[in-house]
T-cell receptor, first 112, second 116 residues
Framework: KQEVTQIPAALSVPEGENLVLNCSFT??????LQWFRQDPGKGLTSLLL?????REQTSGRLNASLDKSSGRSTLYIAASQPGDSATYLC???????????FGAGTTVTVRA | DAMVIQNPRYQVTQFGKPVTLSCSQT?????MYWYQQKSSQAPKLLFH???????NEADTPDNFQSRRPNTSFCFLDIRSPGLGDAAMYLC???????????????FGSGTRLTVV
């Protein structure tokens, strides 16, 4: 069974600081890895999808890396803004499985 | 825009009164999922459909049922809601290209269920 861990559970930074969110997983036979953002009381918004054959993906201020051999993914958010305050979840299905294994999330607060 | 739409956004139901939540998608993805998310917890998979094939999670209570009449629509039925069923219910889809490249998961905005 895949276990996904996110550290830290919560993070508070001043505006403009770069954010580093960590995700680790126990089984490297993943189909892909996805980072989501969730605002309070809302659904999940996909931020980045990294295919198992890729090492990283970038979108604007966001960059996510994937190292299957060490079972780690890292989400970098450059020059954080108060609007980046949310919970960030990483999730991944195993190869030949459709079920997403979620981490518990990192709740980010960016102080103005 | 292609998307996953859930209705209603908020649902209040009485204890024991059946309730149905709906989900539709325009992505033409072949897999649809229902997740339950309680406060400050990760989403928990209830069941999923691969095309018309229904797959129930072992720990999903019998109180929860699902229907998928066609590719676009999927319904979550809670036969006798209890106070413990109050949660956010998330619908999601996933698909892949003919070459096997994953499109990842797309989630709807969720339905917040309150049981009174």
């Amino acid at each position: 069974k895949q276990e996904v861990t996110q550290i830290p559970a919560a993070l508070s930074v001043p505006e403009g600081e770069n954010l580093v969110l960590n995700c680790s997983f126990t089984d490297s036979a993943i189909y892909n890895l996805q980072w989501f953002r969730q605002d309070p009381g809302k659904g999940l918004t996909s931020l980045l999808l990294i295919q198992s054959s890729q090492r990283e993906q970038t979108s604007g201020r966001l960059n996510a890396s994937l190292d299957k051999s060490s079972g780690r993914s890292t989400l970098y958010i450059a020059a954080s803004q108060p609007g980046d305050s949310a919970t960030y979840l990483c999730a991944s299905p195993l190869v030949n499985d459709y079920k997403l294994s979620f981490g518990a999330g990192t709740t980010v607060t960016v102080r103005a | 825009d292609a998307m996953v739409i859930q209705n209603p956004r908020y649902q209040v139901t009485q204890f024991g009164k059946p309730v149905t939540l709906s989900c539709s998608q325009t992505l033409n993805h072949n897999v649809m999922y229902w997740y339950q998310q309680k406060s400050s917890q990760a989403p928990k998979l209830l069941f999923h459909y691969y095309d018309k094939d229904f797959n129930n999670e072992a720990d999903t209570p019998d109180n929860f049922q699902s229907r998928r009449p066609n590719t676009s629509f999927c319904f979550l039925d809670i036969r006798s809601p209890g106070l413990g069923d109050a949660a956010m219910y998330l619908c999601a889809t996933s698909g892949s290209s003919l070459g096997g490249r994953s499109y990842g998961y797309t989630f709807g905005s969720g339905t917040r269920l309150t049981v009174v």
